[in-house]
Nanobody
């Protein structure tokens, strides 16, 4: 069994920054694939960024150049540095791990105009 705990969400004004963290515990390998998703009210959950155990990254077009995903394999932790935030970034952000497929409870990010 794997547990994921996110932190770092909050409320910021447009143009501001936040850093999200997610730490995995339990029966998880240190090189597991880790991802960040987000879900806004009334919308489907979408993939924001992913990072492999070897550090290879992918980003959604909407956040490319503004967000950076990174990881610390020794700590089983993944980070999402979010800069130049926009109101459309407002959502609940979830970390996800594979494998096993595991989800955190989510952390709210609110960006005001």
């Amino acid at each position: 069994q794997v547990q994921l705990v996110e932190s770092g969400g909050g409320s910021v004004q447009a143009g501001g920054s936040l850093r999200l963290s997610c730490t995995a515990s339990g029966s998880v390998l240190s090189r597991a694939l880790m991802r960040w998703y987000r879900q806004a009210p009334g919308k489907q959950r979408e993939l924001v960024a992913s990072i492999t155990g070897g550090g290879y990254t992918n980003y959604a077009y909407s956040v490319k150049g503004r967000f950076t995903i990174s990881r610390d394999n020794d700590k089983n932790t993944v980070y999402l540095q979010m800069n130049s935030l926009k109101p459309e970034d407002t959502a609940v952000y979830y970390c996800n791990l594979w494998r096993p497929d595991s989800w955190g409870q989510g952390t709210q990010v609110t960006v005001s105009s």
